[in-house]
């Protein structure tokens, strides 16, 4: 009997598969995960792909 899959779950499932290999490529660890993604975007600013964000407005009242 042939298993008939919806799209959605199929594509679920991939995610999942993707989400698992990030895990084990940082060892389960958030900070390594986040550490690479500052580091990935320093390279990106450096490089020009992204402008740095702007800076945060001097409130003038609270002076």
Do not use: C, I, Y
């Not at 895990?23 to 500052?38: M, T």
């Not at 740095?52 to 409130?59: L, S």
Request: aromatic share 8%; net charge negative; charged share 40%.
């Amino acid at each position: 009997m042939t298993e008939h899959r919806n799209p959605v779950d199929e594509v679920l499932d991939e995610l999942h598969e993707l989400r698992e290999a990030l895990d084990a490529e940082f060892d389960h660890d958030p900070d390594k995960f986040f550490s690479h993604l500052r580091e990935f975007e320093e390279q990106l600013l450096r490089e020009g792909w992204v402008e740095a964000p702007p800076r945060p407005r001097q409130d003038k009242s609270a002076a």
